[in-house]
């Protein structure tokens, strides 16, 4: 519950200047609830709307036929359509979009740094690599196996993007984003060399390596979840304390906010979000920069309300792309990561071209 | 009007002129020695010849191991014989049609990358301002991609891969102007642009690949593998062109870099300057990606490598060029012989290349 430059929500003492403060224009938490129930309730829509989108061969008679008549009960195209095929992908989307809104949102806060997300950073292009490797080099090939691999790689490169934005980053967000750009390059680089280098072993993770969200069976789904979960849950945990880091260390520590156990908590909740999202779908980018920025201007600065925000647009912003991307380019399809990075890219540009003026540079 | 050799002490050099006698000596630092003959005068700044030498020395090793490594490995001294003119079967085939072509357009290409990347960190004042950062190089692939959508003619290909780098910058220029160009604002515009022009490459190119499956795919990462005589010719022609045209506007380029005021002021027309060095900058990255791909950060390295070696104030067109055939000759024979599968060099360089750029950006904040 902090703003941390606004005044407490509710009061008039200050006459509203520019634009009506943000998170205020829902009125309460009464309202804030009701939004996102309405945003829930959205998101429902648009995840049925998924199963009934695509060419296949299914009218939306048959798809609810098929659908009443349960898993396996019914044969045929539109049966194997809707559950092998539309299902696990929506349920993949969903998981996905709403690790990465969330894993934005603490990445955002944990560095202080509006432009953060773990796709641009570099966090899932390293969750991406550890992939690659575990795959092509060791040859593992079942999830729970080469999900540890992502998780890995998604801890190590926000820690070295915490440590950036310690050091080089001080006041300056652009330049973190800049650096983490970099290291996505190298590491991205790295996975499409291992890529080329060894075509054969490689074809399955084709498609995964531009980000998608087709083409999981539910097991793995399942297991994929089972670690966003456990992501989300800590997320939500360090959410008080770590919006408490804003006011600075030390009236934080007033506060009895732990403030290290806080960051390295945010670490392990990035390092799920992430690493479970990239293991899931392949390293999908823009997620994390947009949906909390969207959350923020519903929620304002409360960062609990902003994560449960961020994950129902996430999930939306991923179904959307996934949906626009069966239809983009007949008869292929648009990965869902190549749509959500058409999306995203406008918006940094727009976001970075807000910054303040006179940015060090 | 005095030509200049190097116009990075140009100021310095009219001053000395203007009050000196003949044998007046002025130290203009280490490397630098006054030239002055009959037509020209100016600093020459050796250690630029020195990189220029140092870079024909080393580019044409890379150039000659690039032809003479390979599955069917042709020895040294055949590969001079047969560039001289012999006549030996096979390997003139292997050597002539299919290992030449790729070596001189690692050479050529390189060099035109290198004053693409020149061109902008200097018009930008920006060392992150080069153009594969700041999504021109994408948005020439974008057009490349889409002439060849309708049409295989090279030259259509070429003239939307331009048109597709104009329309790239304008969109970078537009989005990130807002009372003025902040540096890092721009840089972060630029790879938003970057980052939506390759999210529409791949787009672009996942609805080709079916007729033409993995050749596309390999051209999206920037490689040099197929590239033939047809090609190179025209192209190599076409930078030479572009290489000589833009020797007069080199001046201007360095006295743009002190600002627009003190440019007009030492005599440079900057709005006519500017807009021919441009489309020059533009032009060069256009020919190379429509033909090659977009090859990653070899214009971001090749003008601050030259630059370091070259102890130069700005940047050295000339240097820029000979570092930026040096890099891209030896990516390209390192992506093709180092690994067990030949690399597109793209990928070699985005590796290099992106790792440089972290060096740079820890430089530059550290400096603060």
């Given amino acids: ?361 | 009007m005095r030509r200049q050799a190097h116009g990075g002490a140009s100021l310095v050099s009219r001053e000395a002129r203007g009050s000196a006698s003949s044998d007046f000596d002025v130290d203009f630092g280490t490397w630098r020695r006054p030239v002055r003959t009959r037509l020209v005068s100016g600093v020459l700044n050796t250690r630029i010849g020195m990189l220029v030498g140092f870079a024909i020395v080393a580019g044409t090793a890379a150039f000659l191991s690039g032809i003479a490594l390979g599955k069917y490995a042709v020895p040294f001294e055949e590969v001079i014989a047969i560039l001289r003119g012999a006549d030996l079967g096979f390997a003139n085939t292997v050597v002539l049609e299919w290992r030449l072509p790729r070596a001189v357009a690692g050479l050529v290409f390189g060099a035109a990358l290198g004053v693409s990347g020149g061109i902008f960190q200097s018009l930008t004042r920006n060392p992150l301002g080069s153009p594969d950062v700041i999504g021109l190089g994408a948005g020439a692939f974008t057009g490349a991609l889409l002439a060849v959508l309708w049409s295989d003619q090279q030259t259509a290909i070429t003239i939307l891969a331009l048109a597709g780098g104009l329309a790239a910058a304008a969109a970078v220029y537009l989005l990130a102007y807002r009372r003025g160009l902040s540096g890092m604002r721009f840089v972060v515009v630029g790879i938003a642009v970057s980052s939506a022009l390759t999210a529409v490459n791949s787009i672009l190119l996942l609805r080709m690949s079916t007729s033409v499956a993995t050749t596309a795919s390999i051209w999206g990462q920037g490689t040099l593998l197929d590239v033939r005589w047809p090609e190179i010719v025209p192209a190599a022609l076409c930078i030479g062109v572009l290489l000589i045209l833009v020797i007069p506007l080199a001046p201007a380029l360095h006295q743009l870099e002190l600002g627009d005021g003190t440019a007009a002021s030492t005599g440079v027309r900057v709005e006519r300057a500017r807009l021919g060095l441009l489309l020059i900058g533009v032009l060069l990255m256009a020919v190379v990606t429509s033909i090659a791909g977009p090859i990653a950060f070899v214009a971001l390295v090749a003008p601050q490598l030259a630059r370091l070696l070259a102890g130069s104030g700005g940047a050295t067109l000339a240097g820029s060029a000979a570092t930026g055939a040096l890099l891209l000759s030896v990516s390209d024979t390192a992506s093709a012989h180092l690994f067990p599968v030949s690399l597109p060099v793209g990928v070699v360089t985005a590796v290099a290349g992106g790792a440089y750029l972290l060096a740079l950006i820890l430089r530059e904040a550290s400096r603060r």
């Avoid at chain 1, 195209?77 to 969903?94: C, E, F, G, N």
């Avoid at chain 1, 202080?112 to 992939?131: E, F, H």
């Fill in chain 1, 1 to 361: 519950m902090l703003a941390e430059t606004r005044a407490p929500g509710g009061t008039k003492a200050l006459p509203p200047a520019g634009p009506p403060r943000a998170g205020e224009r829902l009125g309460g938490p009464a309202g804030r609830a009701v939004a996102l129930a309405a945003g829930t309730l959205l998101l429902c829509a648009i995840a049925a709307l998924s199963l009934f989108a695509g060419v296949g061969q299914a009218s939306p008679t048959r798809i609810i036929e098929s659908l009443l008549a349960g898993p396996g009960a019914a044969e045929g195209t539109v049966s194997t359509i809707v559950y092998d095929m539309r299902l696990p992908r929506m349920l993949t989307a969903v998981i996905v979009g709403a690790a990465l809104g969330v894993a934005g949102a603490i990445m955002q806060a944990l560095i202080s740094n509006p432009l953060a997300d773990p796709g641009i950073l570099g966090v899932n292009s390293g969750a991406g690599l550890a992939v690659v490797i575990a795959v092509g080099a060791i040859g593992l090939v079942s999830f729970e196996r080469y999900v540890w691999f992502a998780l890995a790689g998604a801890l190590l490169v926000s820690l070295v993007v915490y440590a950036l934005s310690l050091t080089i980053g001080r006041g300056s967000p652009l330049t973190v984003l800049l650096a983490g750009v970099a290291i996505s390059a190298v590491l991205t680089g790295i996975s499409t060399a291992l890529a080329i280098l060894d075509p054969a072993r490689f074809n399955a993770l084709r498609g995964w390596m531009s980000g998608t969200v087709a083409g999981r069976d539910l097991a793995t789904i399942g297991q994929g979840g089972v670690v966003i979960l456990c992501g989300i849950v800590v997320a939500a945990c360090f959410a008080r304390p770590l919006a408490q880091l804003a006011l600075g260390d030390e009236t934080a520590q007033s506060l009895g906010v732990r403030v290290d156990a806080t960051r390295f908590g945010a670490a392990i909740a990035i390092m799920l979000l992430a690493g479970g999202a990239t293991a899931l779908a392949g390293p999908i980018l823009f997620v994390g920069l947009m949906v909390p920025h969207l959350a923020r201007l519903l929620a304002g600065q409360r960062l609990g309300w902003s994560l449960a925000f961020s994950a129902i647009a996430g999930a939306m912003l991923v179904l959307v792309a996934d949906i626009a991307g069966r239809f983009l380019i007949p008869p292929g399809e648009a990965p869902a990561g190549l749509l959500t990075a058409l999306i995203g890219a406008p918006v940094l540009a727009l976001l970075a071209r807000g910054g303040r003026e006179g940015e060090p540079g």
